[in-house]
């Protein structure tokens, strides 16, 4: 039995639930919508070139959960999930979860993007064990605030030790699967790293550690 991560958005899901999150905000009216969306947009190119500032992302993505009602919150993240993350979870990406599970792998997401978005993503693909980024919660609302380390580069190496210490577990046999040149810190930790529908920068480095290329989108031959 071995652990096989996996990242979520642009790897498991076919398409970015942070990204998406923002839009449907937009769509809502929740936010000023042409500039949150330039905003956001210009985030998520920084993001894929791997030049995000993280910090300066968190605190504009994080910023509608403190300034919204939890009821609020949880009816739009509902809709996200039927209009648009429900149609970006595909069988291959189910398939391949599948069959780490079949092997009696232990399954785990580790993802940026905060809880409040992705927990119930997750629940979808039956994986029981998530890392991501924790929106900090005062006991009453989101203050806006990041709890902890965000599970973003190197820091998703930091949280997956820690994760490893608390569950009794090893990197031995390990998998990780992801799209994104900013997760080689923990591809370069691993025994398994498989690029999964590449972006170029994570494409160029696959190919010169002979990595494994696969696709679950149909975007890679």
């Given amino acids: 039995m071995s652990l096989a991560i996996f990242d979520l958005d642009n790897t498991l899901l076919a398409g970015d639930s942070d990204y998406l999150w923002g839009q449907h905000l937009v769509a ?12 956001n947009a210009r985030f998520y190119e920084d993001y894929k070139a791997g030049r ?9 993505a994080l910023r509608p ?14 809709e996200l999930m039927e209009r648009h993350i429900a149609p970006l979870i595909r ?25 409040f978005v992705t927990a119930p993503i997750v629940a979808r693909f039956g994986i029981p064990h998530l890392i991501a980024t924790e929106p900090e919660h005062d006991g009453a609302s989101f203050t806006g605030r990041v709890a902890g380390t965000p599970a973003f580069r190197e820091g998703k190496v930091s949280r997956l030790m820690d994760w490893l210490s608390e569950h009794d577990e090893t990197l031995a046999g390990s998998h ?14 691993v025994d398994h790293p498989v690029a999964v529908d590449p ?4 494409a ?3 190919q010169s550690r002979g990595w494994p290329v696969i696709s679950l989108h149909q975007r890679v031959s």
């Fill in 28 to 39: 809502r009216g929740v936010v000023d919508g042409a500039a949150y969306a330039a905003a």
């Fill in 52 to 60: 995000l500032d993280i910090d300066a992302f968190l605190a504009f």
């Fill in 65 to 78: 959960l403190r300034d919204n009602p939890l009821e609020s919150l949880q009816t739009w993240r509902e």
């Fill in 91 to 115: 069988q291959p990406a189910l398939d391949l979860v599948a069959r780490h599970r079949a092997a009696g792998d232990t399954l785990l997401v580790i993802t940026a993007t905060n809880t």
């Fill in 176 to 189: 990780f699967y992801s799209d994104s040149i900013n997760d080689l810190p923990l591809l370069e930790r």
């Fill in 199 to 202: 972006d170029p920068l994570l």
């Fill in 204 to 206: 160029e480095a696959a």
